[in-house]
């Protein structure tokens, strides 16, 4: 499961439209994926799940997300680390600049 689809799992639309805010905004800023972290477990602090369940299997899908894509994001490549951020768009359309930034944001500089 990469970032987009952590934040399609989100069953309330609330929730999940306000998450994507946040992930949004993170993709275009300096930001680099530890503080995507912390802005992900900030924000699951801060808001109420209508349904425990849904906020536990949340909780459990952010984790894994974690453990792949940033714990172990070392052993990833630049491709990878795109594809689990979901940002093969800005790359592609982005420019050397753009790229400049995305390399530094995912701990891909050479």
């Given at each position: 499961?990469?970032?987009?689809?952590?934040?399609?799992?989100v069953?309330?639309?609330?929730l999940?439209?306000?998450?994507?805010r946040?992930?949004e905004?993170?993709?275009?800023?300096?930001?680099?994926?530890?503080?995507?972290?912390?802005?992900?477990?900030?924000?699951h602090?801060?808001?109420?799940?209508?349904d425990?369940?849904?906020?536990?299997?949340?909780?459990?899908?952010?984790q894994?997300?974690?453990?792949?894509?940033?714990?172990?994001i070392?052993?990833?490549?630049?491709?990878?680390?795109l594809y689990?951020?979901?940002?093969?768009?800005?790359?592609n359309?982005?420019?050397?600049?753009?790229?400049?930034?995305?390399?530094s944001?995912?701990?891909?500089?050479?």
């Amino acid at each position: 499961m990469n970032l987009d689809e952590l934040v399609n799992s989100v069953p309330e639309t609330d929730l999940r439209e306000n998450l994507s805010r946040w992930v949004e905004e993170w993709k275009q800023d300096d930001k680099d994926i530890e503080k995507l972290a912390y802005l992900i477990g900030k924000w699951h602090g801060n808001v109420w799940f209508q349904d425990a369940d849904a906020s536990n299997k949340f909780h459990s899908e952010f984790q894994s997300f974690k453990s792949v894509a940033i714990d172990n994001i070392g052993g990833l490549t630049l491709n990878e680390r795109l594809y689990w951020f979901g940002l093969f768009d800005v790359w592609n359309s982005g420019n050397e600049t753009t790229r400049n930034r995305l390399r530094s944001k995912l701990h891909a500089n050479a």
